[in-house]
């Protein structure tokens, strides 16, 4: 069984940047799609962003586009989030997740291990 454990959350003003850190044990993660999501208070968990088991695929919620960049290190078991211009509506706890693949992966139904979690709040 393999575990994921986010690090990288704390917080931070508006506009600045965080990088976000998950890292895999027990089981290699380098032949699984990865993924982030989030939640914030009162709200039902999101996707954020997902990368294909090469790193040469990724998709983004529509809200994070062209600030949020995944990325992976196979070699180090690892996934990252680069999180750029946030925004107060970034604030959440943000989840890491594994799946066997990239169908499903958005929608979550696909994702086999969860994180626990690491918070991120942007100041206004």
């Known amino acids: 069984q393999v575990q994921l454990v986010e690090s990288g959350g704390g917080l931070v003003q508006a506009g600045g940047s965080l990088r976000l850190s998950c890292a895999g044990s027990?089981?290699?993660?380098?032949?699984?799609?990865m993924g982030w999501f989030r939640q914030a208070p009162g709200k039902e968990r999101e996707f954020v962003a997902a990368v294909s088991w090469s790193g040469g695929k990724t998709n983004y919620a529509d809200s994070v586009k062209g600030r949020f960049t995944i990325s992976r290190d196979n070699a180090k078991n690892m996934v990252h989030l680069q999180m750029n211009s946030l925004k107060p509506e970034d604030t959440a706890v943000y989840y890491c997740a594994l799946s066997p693949n990239t169908y499903g992966l958005a929608s979550g139904s696909s994702v086999a291990n969860w994180g626990q979690g690491t918070q991120v709040t942007v100041s206004s």
């Open positions: 027990g089981r290699t993660i380098s032949i699984h799609a």
